[in-house]
Structure formats: C-alpha cells, structure tokens
C-alpha cells in the first residue's frame, strides 16, 4: 500500500511530508497512522537534529476527514490517533518546524499549533471552519490556544472565518508569512540555525520556554538559576563553551556532506 506521508534525511534535517493531494492531505485513518510512524522514526533517528513537516500540493491539510467521519461509528472515531500525533510533536525533544506549503483549514491548524516555528506562503489561507459543520476544534483547541492571542482565538474559533497569513502571524498562530519564492530558503535558514544547538539545550529549551511563564517570578529565578548551574557544568555545555575559545564547531554540529 502506498504511503500517504513520506520521510527524508538530510544533514541533520529529518523532513516529513503528507502526500495525500486527492483529498487536500485530510486527516484521515491511514495518513495519521504514517505520520505517526514517520514521527517516530524522527525521533529515533540519532543523525535527525530538526524535523521539517510539510506536505505536498497547495494545501498543507484540509483537516478532518470528512468522508471517513461520516462513515464511522462513535465507538471508534478515526480521529482516535490524532492527539497522540500532536502530543509528539508538541512534546519532542527535537525542534520541529511547519513548512506550509498552502492553506491550512481546521484539523491541519492544529499540527500548524503544535510545532515549534510555522512557516506559511502569504498567499496560504486559514480557517477554523469547525462550528460551520456543527462540530467544535475541540482537540486542536488544546495547542492552538496556547499560540494565539485571546481575541482572535474567539474572533476565528467562533466564526469561521477566513483570515491571511499575514493575520497569522499577528495572532501568534505563524512565526513568519513570506512570498512563495522565498519559503523554501526561510525554513532552511531556521532549520540551519536550529542544527547548530546543541540536542540537550534545546530539548531542555523547548520545555522552558512554555514552563517558565507558569511559575512565580521567585520560583523561575530559583529553578532557573539551578537549571543555569547544571547546564555549564554539563558535558554539552563544556564542549559548546571548548569549541567557542577554540573557535571551531561543536561536536553535534552535523558536517557537510
């Protein structure tokens, strides 16, 4: 059977791909279950440093299914594996940024919301189209209203309505909207960057950046002054500080083919 979601390595840059263009790469059974293997193999991987996930056409994912969905029954929703694929996402050690390649509708936003960085064309659209269809973005809602501002969550959530990549991004929901020429070198310019920490800083990174807003100032300056300690001290932080005095890269950083 021919794969909905494809897989790629190269220096250091795992990229995964839905490739499901009849159906506008819609949530379904089958792509869910291949982006969850091709996931895994990611996270596995020991060369893979960053994860890109894109897909192929001019949508980047319709959402739900809707044709499965009407077919399936309530004791066994094809939405089952969905937020095990966005818990792996948002919870993976290793950076993972959101390649759009066009719109992105309902189901789709809610991969968008849990990658790390979202890259989208200014030509993509978005919509969270959900209560049209009588339903809600119920399980997407858990990334997406931890990226957008409180307004526009309401705003957008509430109605339906189409807004730009441009808007997106000023609702927290896209790190940056570019010309389409332009997409291609943006991401790998971030991927580069990304390649360059270290795996345990950023892994550890990751986690603060979302963890530390929650805690008393008191409480964030005592663990953090800890966290500070632990990682210059750490074999990492020793090879990263060695490679700066004696200026050449540290030992993660993948070498050029």
Known sequence: MTRLVHKELSGGIATITLDSPPNR??????????????????????????????????????????KEQRAASSDAPVTASFPQVMATIWESPKPVICRL???????????VAACDLAIAPLTASFAFTEVRLGVVPAMISVPVLRRLDPRAAAEYLMTGEVFPAARAVEIGLLTRAVPEEELDATVAHYAGMLVKGGPEALAITKRLVREVPALSFEEGLRRMTELSAERFTSAEGREGIAAFAEKRPPSWVPTAP
């Open 101 to 111: 390649n066009g719109t992105a509708r309902a189901g789709g936003l809610g991969l």
């Open 25 to 66: 790469n819609a949530l379904s059974t089958r792509l869910l279950a291949d982006l969850a293997d091709r996931l895994a193999w990611a996270l596995a991987e020991p060369s893979a440093r960053v994860v890109v996930l894109t897909g192929t056409g001019h949508v980047f994912s319709s959402g739900a299914d809707l």
